[in-house]
């Protein structure tokens, strides 16, 4: 695809429920990133993924994120038992290769919002 | 560990020069990214200065000082369209090219 693509746009849960959050990143980039931006906030790293190993992983607020990449490829974002905490824009972005000199690409972003 | 500050909201006139500045402290120095971000979009990429000084790109320039811990984004020749949120980033300290964002600058460009 031309760019880095997220599913769904928008998500509502109740608490307590489990979300599962999807990235495409641009084809052909090693490195994928997902961060959130709260109400208010800058974008907080959460997890990095080069290839489908996560070397860090350091920004996870709890044991209820996880996440995971297959076929160096398409990675999913998941929150087990959603808190109302949880509630903010989901970002994903890619870029050629895991440096601290490369652009990364965004995707548009997952709304989730917890009631 | 990183810190990065940058205005809240700033308000400006159509046509008119605008500068964002942005401060850091980094326990090392790896560059600095300025994103662009409309509401509601993802954010795009602006620029990176690694090196001290002034880099144009069209309407657009970034400046940076190493030794203060400084930059800041000039828009020149403002157009409605520039009414926009711009995030000030650094890299992590691991070479992971994860990012460290300012809490982001929303400017309003106003006829």
């Known amino acids: 695809g031309a760019g880095v693509s997220q599913s769904p746009s928008n998500k509502v849960t109740e608490k307590g429920k489990d979300v599962e959050l999807r990235c495409d990143p641009i084809?052909?980039?090693?490195?994928l990133y997902w961060y959130r931006q709260s109400l208010g906030q800058g974008l907080e790293f959460l997890i990095y993924?080069?290839?489908?190993?996560?070397?860090?992983k350091s920004g996870l607020p709890s044991d209820r994120f996880s996440a995971e990449r297959t076929g160096g490829s398409v990675s999913t974002l998941t929150i087990q038992r959603t808190q109302q905490e949880d509630s903010a824009v989901y970002l994903c972005?890619?870029?050629?290769?895991?440096?601290?000199?490369?652009?990364?690409?965004f995707g548009p972003g997952t709304r989730l919002t917890v009631l | 560990g990183q810190n990065i500050d940058q205005p809240t909201e700033m308000t400006a006139t159509e046509g008119a020069i605008v500068q964002i500045n942005c401060t850091y402290q980094?326990?090392?120095?790896?560059?600095l990214f300025w994103y662009q971000q409309h509401a509601g979009e993802a954010p795009t990429f602006l620029s990176y200065?690694?090196?001290?000084g002034l880099e144009e790109k069209g309407r657009f320039s970034s400046f940076l000082s190493r030794s203060k811990g400084y930059s800041y984004l000039l828009l020149k020749e403002l157009q409605m369209k520039d009414s926009a949120s711009y995030l000030c980033?650094?890299?992590?300290?691991?070479?992971?090219?994860?990012?460290?964002f300012g809490q982001g600058t929303t400017l309003q460009v106003k006829p």
């Open positions: 972005a890619s870029s050629r290769s895991g440096t601290r000199y490369n652009e990364q690409f």
């Open positions: 084809s052909g980039h090693t490195a």
């Open positions: 993924f080069q290839g489908n190993s996560a070397p860090d």
């Open positions: 980094t326990s090392g120095f790896n560059g």
């Open positions: 200065n690694v090196l001290d």
């Open positions: 980033a650094v890299p992590g300290s691991s070479n992971t090219g994860k990012l460290i």
